[in-house]
């Protein structure tokens, strides 16, 4: 019973991949140019994130509030989402049905620019299930600039993979099976008081429940891993395990300011020059 339980959520979450799907110069240079995971991979990788991506976009809904959707709104949702599954055999992407995105952060009544107009993502449950809301300034910041540890699109993709044995609730399946649940919930207890008591370089949102925890977490691996394996040795070696991927040890080249002179060698600034224009 549990192994067929376990075979529809994957196929409802992480379908199979598709045939290969044609992506555009343009798309190509939207990822270069924003997404450092996918700087950080091979050739062969780059391909294979490319048609994730496109599978993603091709088999989910976007609407826009107030806002007009680009290529490149589409395509940064779409790399949360592999970004997060890339290290799980065969499950391609996290899958959702609608991905709503609003001009910016919003509160519980979903107003905008109200004094507690905080919230810059959300996932549905219930009768939401399957959809997903952002605001799509913060999604662009999250991949503008990526040493924040914040990320919007992985924070709610988290919670999605949380998701997937039907609660977020910070224990996501693969902990469980794996044996180690016990040392992760206590050391989610640990990092959740050190944060508490301004203790910890893991921001204040980690500390909302354990649910929130993982996500913030996450974003952390993801955003700064090298930093993370230092001042969190154990929390580091937990997502690494969970995530099936050693991102401490992935070079992620610089980005090259716009300001700054072109590293051809012409005089001209970067964005005068070789920058590609997204």
């Known amino acids: 019973m549990f192994t067929n339980l376990f075979s529809r959520l994957r196929s409802a979450f992480f379908p199979e991949a598709l045939a290969p799907i044609e992506i555009t110069q343009h798309q190509r240079d939207t990822l270069s140019n924003k997404v450092s995971f996918y700087t950080s991979l091979g050739p062969q ?18 609407v826009g509030h107030e806002i007009d959707i680009s290529d490149a709104d589409k395509l940064l949702v779409a790399s949360g989402s592999v970004i997060l599954a890339w290290g799980f055999e065969k499950w391609h992407y996290v899958k959702v049905d609608t991905v709503y995105l609003v001009p910016s952060s919003f509160n519980d009544s979903s107003e905008f620019k109200q004094h507690d ?77 050190e944060i508490k008591g301004r203790k910890s370089d893991i921001r204040d949102y980690g500390a909302t429940n354990n649910a929130e925890f993982f996500s913030v977490a996450s974003e952390y691996f993801f955003e700064r891993p090298k930093r993370l394996k230092q001042k969190h040795p154990q929390l580091y070696k937990h997502l690494e395990r969970f995530y099936k991927q050693n991102r401490a040890d992935v070079h992620v080249a610089e980005r090259i300011r716009k300001k700054a002179p072109c590293p051809c060698g012409s005089g001209k600034r970067y964005k005068r020059c070789c920058m590609v224009k997204a």
């Open 45 to 62: 990788d780059k391909l294979l994130f490319e048609q994730r991506c496109i599978a993603f976009i091709q088999n989910t809904e976007f």
């Open 117 to 193: 107009s905080n919230i810059t993502g959300l996932v549905g449950t219930a009768h939401l299930r399957g959809k997903m809301i952002l605001s799509q300034p913060a999604l662009h910041r999250g991949f503008d600039n990526h040493q924040d540890k914040r990320n919007v699109a992985i924070h709610e993709f988290a919670h999605l993979i949380d998701m997937a044995d039907g609660d977020i609730d910070g224990l996501p399946r693969q902990i469980s099976e794996q044996g180690y649940a016990l040392p992760w919930l206590d050391l989610v207890a640990r990092k959740i008081k």
